[in-house]
């Protein structure tokens, strides 16, 4: 089988970690394929995107600032893409390009982690912070798990209002809101949920909880997107409080290898993947990724 390339597109914090552990699973799968790091303006996605039907190529991985506009330039797009509005995987088959959404996997993988085991005893009132491919995400997946009630902030509130228009027809079945980032208005509706997923980024860049303590309810479940840091902030205060927390490491696992499956067909190495991400990340220890009190 000749070379293949695999391009990353777009920038931001997670290119490092994404590459590691991209060539990681390809090297332990004995597969040779060349891994890319491309940075197109954003008026150039297009143009971008369509090199990718080349026969040299498997496809690519999406990253920020891309995913929802990556949505709109492939031929189709999996349910998880559509119902989302977000690509990060883009497989190619023959000339055609399918778009496919991971992040949802990884969401799923992670909620799955501390949640209770019986679905039945899920909360139903959640918090979104953000509003780009990872809250997106997020509410795909609340939207399909029997939550009635969610709310998503944003620092700026269109965008949040625009996330939530996206899913006007697919969340009729429950309370969907775009709310503004005010300290009294987020402490409200915080004080109600059974879950918190903060893929707003800001909680790993401050000293402080980017939700006040006083506002947390005890038992609470937070899932906190950030990569970096095996607990932020907002993963300790909850904690304090009985809650039960995951970082952004269980669910950026869980969707590299839903990624690799949908490129090679094969079940990635799991364990390689997470030493890869382990040494790039500088942590010895990723099982603090997911803890309780």
Do not use: C
């Not at 990884?106 to 005893?121: D, F, Y």
């Not at 780009?132 to 939207?143: F, P, S």
């Not at 009729?172 to 059974?194: F, M, N």
């Amino acid at each position: 089988m000749p070379e293949q390339r695999l391009p990353i597109i777009g920038t931001g914090s997670q290119t490092t970690p994404t590459e590691a552990v991209l060539r990681a699973g390809l090297d332990a799968a004995g597969l040779d394929v060349i891994v890319e790091h491309w940075q197109p303006r954003p008026h150039l996605l297009g143009e971008t995107i369509a090199k990718l039907r080349a026969r040299d190529y498997l496809g690519a991985l999406i990253i920020a600032p891309h995913k929802e506009k990556a949505a709109s330039l492939v031929g189709g797009l999996s349910d998880d893409a559509r119902l989302s509005g977000a690509v990060n995987v883009i497989v190619r088959d023959g000339s055609k390009l399918r778009g496919h959404n991971t992040d949802m996997d990884g969401i799923r993988a992670a909620m799955a982690a501390i949640l209770p085991r019986v679905q039945g005893r899920w909360p139903r009132v959640a918090v979104v912070l953000g509003a780009g491919g990872g809250a997106r995400a997020a509410v795909a997946v609340l939207i399909g798990s029997g939550f009635q009630h969610v709310a998503v902030f944003n620092r700026h509130l269109h965008k949040a209002e625009a996330l939530v228009a996206h899913f006007a027809r697919t969340a009729r079945h429950l309370e969907l809101r775009a709310r503004p980032w005010h300290e009294t208005i987020l402490e409200a509706e915080v004080s109600r949920a059974g879950l918190v997923i903060d893929a707003s980024g800001l909680g790993a860049d401050e000293a402080a909880s980017s939700i006040s303590p006083e506002a947390l309810p005890d038992g609470l479940f937070v899932l906190d997107l950030a990569l970096h840091q095996a607990a932020t902030p907002l993963m300790r205060e909850a904690r304090t409080r009985g809650g039960t927390v995951a970082n952004g490491q269980v669910s950026f696992l869980a969707a590299q290898a839903a990624a690799f499956r949908l490129w090679n067909g094969k079940e990635p190495p799991a364990e390689v993947l997470r030493e890869a991400l382990s040494s790039t990340l500088g942590s010895s220890d990723l099982e603090v990724a997911v803890a309780g009190d």
